[in-house]
């Protein structure tokens, strides 16, 4: 108990600040700032309070007007805040002037992004990924950003470069950036020759926004053991397993979730992993039905597959989670004929939208996973008889 209490007391304490401007909606605002709440908690902070301000444009030197900036000061003072995350990305000058008025450390949603894939990077190659999105980050900002690198306490934001190197200027971060591409560059030339040497098989991959149930959805479809956690990039590396059903082979890969705003430099250098995609031959998009906005999500990913060129594949919409969306729609007075005939509407209308290549499943539950074995076993026998004509090895 009393490590219970001494883990949560070294818990950094959060003031969220999102920005209402023409781009941005009130209601997308306060949804973005519960997304990043949940970031936060993911890198270990708690949010103590979310503040948004309504304003044409960000502040070019300080992101928030002045005014609400010393509300913010007060809110810190008053509640022994140590930590203030901005959903936008800032500039070095802009964590510089606000840090010399808050008196408290501040980052924006992409650091604390960062900070949580340095965190859970594990592999070489996710490490070498994370480390050059970090300087890719850091270099830009070198200018206004000393106070911030002096930051030697620890905590959400300082892991990585940050934290040791006080001293860095531009050509030794530019320096460290091409050593780094250099080493990746290898990693990616050995990680392409495994790809290759998979041979024939059809490859699919699973895709998705963060924390949608993939991995878990890949347990139980390969009966594999891959890291699940109820938490926002929960697995870094991708994972491929081969996968049989019915004497048909296939290879089935987990790759990292999307989410919006997410870093470009991320996916710059996290190219490499994101090939998965690119070079699968199905994908299984799996959406977090219970979300109240799955739709957006859904969007992000879809918008991410268009740019990595991937969104004419075959892609099966993988519904996960129908247990959750029930508890969170269904009242308990209503009939099990009411019931059904909501989740029929609801299939119906996206049966129509993904012209039959969707499915509603629950990945904890199990429920449906038979239907969806056979549904993947279909494209993937499709695609083999299209591919080898002249071979029937993969078809009985």
């Known amino acids: 108990m009393l490590d219970k209490q001494r883990r949560i007391q070294q818990k950094e304490r959060a003031v969220l600040v999102g920005l209402i401007t023409k781009d941005q909606t009130e209601a997308q605002v306060l949804e973005y700032l519960d997304e990043l709440a949940f970031l936060a908690e993911t890198a270990g902070a708690?949010?103590?309070?979310?503040i948004i301000q309504k304003l044409p444009h960000p502040d070019s030197k300080t992101f928030v007007g002045k005014g609400k900036l010393e509300e913010i000061k007060n809110y810190i003072f008053q509640n022994g805040i140590n930590l203030a995350i901005f959903?936008?990305?800032?500039?070095?000058?802009?964590?510089?002037?606000i840090e010399k008025i808050l008196g408290v450390k501040t980052i924006d949603r992409s650091d604390l992004i960062l900070d949580i894939f340095a965190s859970r990077a594990k592999t070489a190659q996710a490490k070498v990924q994370v480390e050059l999105a970090q300087y890719q980050y850091l270099l830009p900002r070198l200018k206004?950003?000393?106070s911030h690198l002096e930051r030697l306490g620890g905590g959400i934001g300082t892991r990585g470069p940050g934290e040791t190197e006080i001293e860095t200027d531009r050509r030794i971060v530019k320096d460290k950036i091409t050593l780094l591409r250099k080493r990746l560059q290898a990693i990616d030339k050995q990680a392409f020759t495994?790809?290759?040497?998979r041979g024939e098989f059809i490859r699919v991959a699973l895709v998705g926004y963060t924390n949608v149930g993939k991995s878990t959805l890949m347990n139980v479809i390969s009966k594999s053991t891959v890291f699940a956690e109820n938490k926002l990039f929960a697995t870094l590396d991708t994972t491929t397993r081969k996968v049989v059903y019915d004497n048909t082979p296939f290879l089935l890969s987990d790759t990292v979730g999307f989410i919006r705003k997410l870093p470009h430099h991320l996916i710059e250098s996290f190219k490499s992993t994101l090939d998965e995609v690119r070079e699968a031959d199905i994908l299984l998009h799996v959406v977090d039905i219970s979300h109240l906005q799955y739709e957006e999500q859904m969007a992000v990913v879809n918008k991410t597959l268009q740019e990595l060129q991937?969104?004419?594949?075959?892609?099966i919409t993988i519904f996960n989670k129908i247990d959750q969306y029930e508890k969170r729609n269904f009242d308990e007075w209503l009939s099990i004929?009411?019931?059904?005939?909501?989740?029929?509407?609801?299939?119906?209308?996206w049966q129509q939208k993904t012209e039959g290549n969707c499915i509603f499943i629950s990945a904890i539950e199990k429920r449906n996973i038979d239907m969806l074995r056979k549904?993947?076993?279909?494209k993937v026998r499709t695609l083999y008889q299209q591919r080898y004509p002249h071979q029937t090895k993969y078809f009985y």
């Open 375 to 378: 549904f993947i076993l279909q």
């Open 46 to 50: 708690i949010t103590e309070k979310k």
């Open 144 to 146: 206004g950003m000393w």
């Open 337 to 349: 004929e009411v019931k059904k005939d909501i989740l029929t509407e609801l299939e119906n209308q």
């Open 194 to 197: 495994q790809r290759k040497e």
């Open 310 to 315: 991937s969104f004419e594949k075959p892609i």
């Open 87 to 97: 959903d936008d990305e800032l500039s070095g000058s802009q964590i510089t002037n």
